[in-house]
Structure formats: C-alpha cells, structure tokens
C-alpha cells in the first residue's frame, strides 16, 4: 500500500489509522488516495464495524454479562421457608397438576411451596410468583428448611423412581406427615405403597376407570359417579326414557323419588337443571340423592333402559387398558382400534373385538366396528390427535357419542368446539384428586375441571334464605345439599333459610369456587 500511494507511515500512524478507521471515529487526518488504497480502507471499515456489533458484543455477553445474570438468579433462588409457615402443602415438581392444585389451593388460604432441585429453574419461578425453594430430593437439611414437620400434605409427582426416593426420604425425616405419589406404571403402586406412601394415586390408570364409567353410563342405568358425606351423585341417559322432552320441574323426581335433577350434560357442557329446562334425547341427567333413593330409581328406571351396544375405544395405552377393563367389568362389549400391532395383539384376550389399524383411516374404523357403535372413546395423550378424532367421528356418525381424554386443561374449549359429548382431563384430574386427599374425602369429579365439594356457609350468608344469597346467578356454584348439625338436606326449595355453622354442597369448577369466596368472604 506504501508503494501505490508513494508515501511512508510509522507503526504508529498505521495502528493509529487502523482503530480510527475500524471503530468509525474517522479524524480523516490520515487518508488513501488511489482507488485501491480506498478499497483496502472499505474492507477496515466494514470489518472493524462487524467486530463492533457482533464480536465484542457477542464476547462481553458470553463471558462477562451471561456469568454475572446467572449468579444473580442463583442468589435470589429462596433456601428454606420462614419458621412461621405451617399447614402447608410440599409439591416437589411444578407441573400441569401441580399449577392446578395451587389454583385449588389459594382460594383456601392453604399454603404451598415447590421443591425445585435447580437452582435457575427455581429463580425462574420465583420470579413469576411461585412459592418455591431450591434443594435436593434426597437431602434430609433440605426437608428441615420446608418445614417438614410442619406440612400439611407431601405431593410427589414427578417419575416413580424419584417419587420412591422422595418417599423414603420424607419418611426417615418424619413417619407421620401425609405423602400423595403419582404412579405412572400399575407395577410401581405397590412399590410407593411400601415405601411410605400415604396414598398413592395412579393417575392414568384412574382416567381410563373415570373415561370408562362414562362411557358405560346409559348402558346400565343409573352409573353412580361418586359419594360425599352420604350424599351420592349418580348420572344417566335420557334416551330411551319417559323424560325425554319433559322440563326437570315435570319429572317430578323429588317428590316421587326424593332426588333432585342438578345437571344436565350436553355436549361436553354441564348444564344447570332450571325447572324449565327441557331434557332432550341427547342429555346425560346427573342426579343427587341418598344411595337408598337412588337404588329405587334405578330399579324404575331398569324396564326402559337402553343396552346401547359395543364401546369403540380408540387407543390401548395405559388409559385405555384401564378404560377397557372398567367397561368389561360392567359387562359392556368393547371393540378396540390400535394402531401398534404389538399392543393391539395383547388386546386380543381383553376386548370382544381388536382392530389393528390408524383411526385416521376411514376402513379402519369400519372395521373396528364404528357402526354399530354408539359411542367411542379416545384415549391418546395427543389433545391434537383426539380433537382431529373428535370432529372426523361425529363427521362419520352425526349420533355418535363422544368421549375423550385430554392431557392439558387449555384444550378443553377446543375438544368441547369438536364435538366431543364429554371429556376429562388428565391434569385436573390429578390436582382434583390431591385436594380430595387435603380436604379428607374421596374426589367426586363430575367432568373436565367440574367437582362437587363442601363449603363452610360465610357468615355474610346466615340467616338468608337460599334464593336472598343469589349463590348460582353471582359466581355459577349450584347448591346440591345443606348439612347442619349432621342432618342432610337434599330437598332445597328457594325459601329455605340458612343457619350459620351450615356446611353448603356445591358442584361448580375452580374459577366460581374462588368467586365465591371473593363475593361472600
């Protein structure tokens, strides 16, 4: 370059030169003349601007900024709970049921905290307002710092083998602290069971039971859903019925049976039974009663029941098998379509009738039976799968009666737009589940997020009649009974007056029970 431009420069007006140009300052004092000098300082600049805002960023970021952030989320990652915090639930993984037991929890004013062994991942929740603490699963000091003798309830939800070591590390630090674990595989119930495990939960093996009871309901009469302080909740179908095009105020159930009508499923929606509701050919009645009225309505009910036919189950996982041995055991015939030949050959001895084959494929379903169905049931962990099935079905078959699992509670207004007749979810499933456990009965799960349960009557509320509290227009809840003094009453009429002390049964979903409680306190 000194030959083309017939001039000399020092070392140090050539670096000079170089950082001017490079950084863009540009004094101009030292310039090229010629074309190929400035194609020389073109080819300075240009680079001297990527090393600006590529490298050095890049650089700065990678070994001054990156370390620094990661240190500052590891400082505000908490290590122990305050010493005041007692009656508290320890959720040791913060998953799908475990946002939705903290849903169910804080209207409840019960505490929580998640056990989070990483360190950044427990900054990061901590961060978005989850009470959370970062420790080892199987470190006794990290119990001590939960407060563990203090804790209400253990939940271990993450995989069984995890699940066992924190079983059996919560019990050496305590034996009398409650321990809910999930159990993925059927063969690991027992194996939490002798670890410790107050009560353990196969979750999927519970779905497919739930799934397969609705898809018998309506096969054998009156299909009993669930039971809460002596109050039993059973459901039916109107086809085939004298309530067919009748109003519930018609039906006259409460005063020949002394039950009441306190839902009405249709279309994956659970309806409010108003007196003027019409029941149509298509509804699912839920009813609510005491077991020995229900027994004798379903003994009415018994000479016009409907046999409905074969089941499709669509699926043979885990939820599936469950669903399927829940349908034999009632008696119902259950053809299945499963797409794995290995899986569908261990079906053979299980189901009347198994079709190996996609149930995307139009020949296969028709062969696995679909119309002589009356009803089908999906059981993919896929929502995409069995939203796609859902519509494709109720196109194949408008009558079909749809029933389907979902793994996500966000899906559950799409599956209902696909058509689906009922469906229940896998994560609200569980979080309904552990807070049956925390409240001390057995879960009453009438569909996806919808659950009955027992409310304390605010003192807002006593001495009201129930049509003055407006309980069902202002937060959705449906009042089923009134308990006082350990008397039951199921037949509600709206001049009832409530006492204070009374314990209210209600069926609503998390949303109205939090509603409630933010109304009437």
Known sequence: MVQVEGRSFSWTTAVYWTVVTMSTLGEGEVVFLSDLGRVFTLIVLITGILLILVLLPFTFIRFF???????????????????????????TNYDEIAAGLIERLQPEGIPYVVLEPDVEVAARLYDQGVSVVTGEFDSLETYEKLRLEQARLVLANREDTTNTNITLTVREASG????????????????????????????????????????????????????????????FSARNTPLVQTTVRETKMRKEFGINIIGLWHRGELLPAFPTTVITDEMMVVIVGEPDKLSAFDAKLETVSDTGGPVLVIGGGKVGRAAIRELKRKGVRVHVLERDPATATRLQNVADLVHCG???????????????????????????????????????????????????????????????????????????????????????????????????????????TLAQTEIASRTGLSVVAVQHDGKLVTNLRSSMRLETGSQLFVFGDVRQRREFYETFG
């Open 65 to 91: 900024y990156a370390p620094w952030l990661k240190a500052q989320l590891r400082l505000r990652a908490p290590r122990q709970l305050p010493s005041s915090v007692r009656g508290h639930v320890i959720i």
């Open 176 to 235: 009398s602290v409650p321990i809910v674990g999930l159990a993925e595989d059927e063969d690991s119930i027992d194996i939490l069971d002798l670890s410790g495990c107050t009560h353990v939960l196969p979750l999927k093996i519970r779905l497919g039971e739930y799934l397969g009871d609705r898809a018998s309901a309506g096969v054998l009469n009156v299909d009993l859903i669930g039971e809460l302080s002596g109050l039993q909740i059973a459901e």
């Open 358 to 464: 996609d149930a995307n494929d139009r020949d296969a379903l028709r062969m696995a039976g679909l119309d002589e169905v009356r009803q089908v049931l999906l059981t993919s962990h896929d929502d995409a799968a069995n939203i796609y099935l859902s519509v494709y079905c109720r196109r194949l078959k408008p009558t079909l009666r749809v029933i389907s699992r979902i793994s996500r509670d966000r899906n559950l207004g799409a599956i209902r737009r696909a058509g689906a007749d009922f469906m229940l979810s896998y994560s609200s499933l569980g979080a309904d589940a552990v807070m049956s456990f925390i409240e001390g009965h057995n879960p009453v799960i009438l569909g996806a997020g919808i659950e009955l349960f027992s409310l304390e009557l605010p003192a807002s509320l006593g001495g009201k």
